[in-house]
C-alpha cells in the first residue's frame, strides 16, 4: 500500500507541472512546423484542420500519459506490475502461443501507439517460450529502468534488452539466426541505408526497409503487434497474421523485400487510420511520408 501512495503522490506531482504545459501550449499560436503537422494529419487521415489539431493535441497527451505511467510502472514490486498487466486485454493471443511453439525465430514488429510500454511487459508475463526475447530501446540505461527489468525476469527471466547502436543489425541477426525472438519499433527513422516505395496514406512513399532485409536471410517470421485504448478506456494488445519471409514461388529477394515492407506499411496505415489520436510520433511519421528513395538516415542516439 505505501508503494501505491508513493506513487500517486509522483503522479500527482507530475500532473500539476506538465498540464499547465499542456495548457498554455493549446492556447498559444501554433509555430509553423506545427502547423505543417497538423496540415500533413489532416491530409492523411481526411478530415478537417480542426479535427487534425486535436488530434494532435490528444497524441501529445497520451504520449506525456503513458511515460507518467511507465514511471509508475517501474517503481511498483513486482506482484503489483503483474495485477496492473493483468488489465490488458489480447486479441488474437493464439497466433503468438502457435508461433513460439515453432522452431523459426520471429520479428515483433510495433509502432509507438497506447500504452506499448505495458504492452510490451504484459506479453512478456505470458510467454511461455524458452527462447530469449530481445527488445530493441532507443533510450540509454537508467537505474530505474534496469531496477524494473531486474523485477520483470522475476517472471520472464529470458527476457534482454538491446540498446541501439551502430552494430544493432549484426546483433539482431546473430539472435534471430540463434532462434530468438526480436522486438523493435518501426515508425523511427534511426538508422536507415535503403528504402523501397510502398502504397502508405494515399500516397507512394519510400519505407526503410531493415526489418525485411534482416528477416529474409535469418528465416524469420515477422508479427505485426499494436497497442491501443478501446472507446471504454481499456488497455488492448492486437496482435496480427504473421509475415512469411521466405521466397514465394518466382520471387527473387528485392520483390521479397518489397512485399514484407508494403505488408508492414499496410498494418501501420489500419493501426494509425483506427486511433489516430493515439499514435506518439507524427513527426517522424512526415518525415517518412515525404523521403525520397535515396535519403538516409544515420542519428547518434542521445536520450
Not at 534496469?146 to 525476469?153: G, L, P
Amino acid at each position: 500500500m505505501l508503494y501505491n501512495h508513493i506513487n500517486k503522490l509522483k503522479l500527482s506531482f507530475l500532473l500539476f507541472f506538465l498540464l499547465p504545459i499542456l495548457w498554455r501550449r493549446k492556447r498559444r499560436r501554433l509555430s509553423a512546423y506545427e502547423q505543417y503537422l497538423i496540415s500533413e494529419i489532416a491530409t492523411t487521415q481526411k478530415v478537417s484542420l480542426s479535427k487534425a489539431k486535436t488530434i494532435y493535441y490528444k497524441s501529445l497527451e497520451n504520449s506525456i500519459g503513458i511515460h507518467m505511467n511507465f514511471a509508475y510502472l517501474m517503481n511498483l514490486p513486482t506482484r503489483f506490475m503483474l495485477m496492473k498487466l493483468k488489465n490488458i486485454n489480447i486479441i488474437n493471443e493464439k497466433i503468438i502461443t502457435e508461433l513460439e511453439a515453432t522452431n523459426r525465430p520471429f520479428i515483433m514488429v510495433s509502432i509507438h501507439s497506447g500504452d506499448f510500454n505495458s504492452g510490451f511487459l504484459k506479453l512478456a508475463s505470458i510467454s511461455k517460450t524458452k527462447r530469449t526475447i530481445n527488445i530493441v530501446k532507443l533510450s540509454k540505461q537508467s537505474s530505474k529502468e534496469e531496477r524494473m527489468i531486474t523485477r520483470i525476469k522475476e517472471f520472464c527471466s529470458n527476457i534482454n534488452i538491446l540498446r541501439f547502436n551502430n552494430e544493432i543489425a549484426k546483433t539482431c541477426f546473430f539472435q534471430l539466426r540463434k532462434n530468438n525472438i526480436v522486438a523493435i519499433m518501426n515508425d523511427v527513422e534511426v538508422r536507415v541505408n535503403k528504402r523501397v516505395p510502398v502504397d502508405f496514406m494515399g500516397r507512394k512513399c519510400h519505407f526503410q526497409c531493415g526489418i525485411a532485409q534482416l528477416a529474409i536471410p535469418a528465416k524469420a517470421m515477422i508479427l505485426p503487434v499494436i497497442n491501443y485504448k478501446d472507446s471504454h478506456g481499456n488497455n488492448v494488445i492486437k496482435i496480427e497474421q504473421p509475415l512469411d519471409s521466405q521466397l514465394q514461388e518466382n520471387e527473387n529477394t528485392q520483390a521479397a523485400i518489397e512485399r514484407l515492407t508494403q505488408g508492414i506499411a499496410s498494418h501501420m496505415e489500419s493501426w494509425i487510420t483506427d486511433h489516430p489520436e493515439q499514435f506518439h510520433c507524427w513527426e517522424f511519421m512526415t518525415k517518412t511520408l515525404n523521403a525520397n528513395e535515396n535519403d538516409k538516415v544515420n542519428w547518434h542516439v542521445q536520450y
